[in-house]
């Protein structure tokens, strides 16, 4: 089996993920695709890819969409998107991975500790203050995330999640989170990096898959169980503490 051909099949699975749980499809296809393309490249096929499945989920869960809590984490993601590209310039890497690792690994432990415990779904009214702030910080942790990684979504989900929307609605105002993330990332990337010949004929190459992939997703994700939506969301934000893990140290 050649590399391109192991790419068309990884790119399936990760429309699948992406389309059943929310997240998903860079955590897997950026690090294959950094294999044999160089960093712009792979952010830019990646970020096209996403966005297609995020623009294309969004017209059937626009009843499901939070619209309230979406409007603070685009206030939030708006200003982090800016924040990050300007982070992209002037602070290494490294220093971000480092931040990011420590500001997903706190958002994790809260997502965790919060389905461990017995809270109510719906927040007593001296608390909704804070966590509309919480929605406006949680957002620009995502926007930060998506310039600086490409991993726009976990905080938006984490954030959601905590606040016991149900999943539908929560892939839903993350996708439609994602539609405005990706886009101004990949307009900020075209900008300043241009678009290489090999970036349009591998986002040509990939697009079938990704597709498909998204169909498959779209029909599989009515049967999932709340648990599992979870179960599966925490795998993939465990993957992507370890991925981050394992790029500051070089591995």
């Known amino acids: 089996m050649t590399i391109s051909t192991l790419i068309i099949f990884v790119t399936f699975f990760a429309a699948f993920v992406q389309t059943t749980t929310g997240l998903g499809f860079g955590m897997i296809i950026a690090p294959v695709l950094l294999v044999i393309y160089p960093p712009v490249d792979a952010i830019q096929i990646t970020g096209a890819l996403t966005l297609l499945i995020a623009a294309v989920m969004t017209p059937f869960s626009l009843d499901k969409i939070v619209t309230r809590e979406l409007k603070r984490l685009a206030i939030g993601s708006g200003v982090g998107l800016i924040l990050g590209t300007v982070f992209v310039k002037f602070i290494p890497i490294p220093s971000i991975r480092i931040a990011a690792l420590i500001v997903l690994s706190y958002a994790f432990f809260r997502y965790v500790e919060s389905h461990l415990s017995s809270r109510?779904?719906?927040?007593?009214?001296?608390?909704?203050?804070?966590?509309?702030?919480?929605?406006?910080?949680?957002?620009?942790?995502?926007?930060?995330?998506?310039?600086?990684?490409?991993?726009?979504?976990?905080?938006?989900?984490?954030f959601l999640r905590n606040k016991r929307f149900i999943p539908e609605q929560v892939k839903?105002?993350?996708?439609?989170?994602?539609?405005?993330?990706?886009?101004?990332?990949?307009?900020?990337?075209?900008?300043?990096?241009?678009?290489?010949?090999?970036?349009?004929?591998?986002?040509?190459?990939?697009?079938?898959?990704?597709?498909?992939?998204?169909?498959?997703?779209?029909?599989?994700?009515?049967?999932?169980?709340?648990?599992?939506?979870?179960?599966?969301?925490?795998?993939?934000?465990?993957?992507?503490?370890?991925?981050?893990?394992?790029?500051?140290?070089?591995?």
């Open 172 to 251: 839903a105002t993350v996708f439609a989170l994602m539609v405005g993330s990706y886009s101004t990332m990949l307009i900020l990337s075209m900008a300043v990096n241009g678009v290489s010949a090999d970036a349009w004929i591998g986002l040509k190459m990939y697009l079938i898959p990704t597709v498909v992939g998204l169909l498959a997703g779209f029909t599989m994700s009515k049967h999932i169980p709340t648990v599992l939506f979870d179960l599966l969301n925490t795998i993939l934000m465990l993957s992507a503490i370890l991925v981050l893990g394992a790029k500051i140290v070089g591995l």
């Open 120 to 158: 109510r779904s719906i927040a007593a009214d001296h608390d909704r203050t804070e966590q509309h702030k919480g929605a406006v910080r949680y957002g620009l942790a995502s926007g930060v995330m998506g310039a600086t990684l490409a991993m726009p979504g976990p905080m938006a989900l984490i």
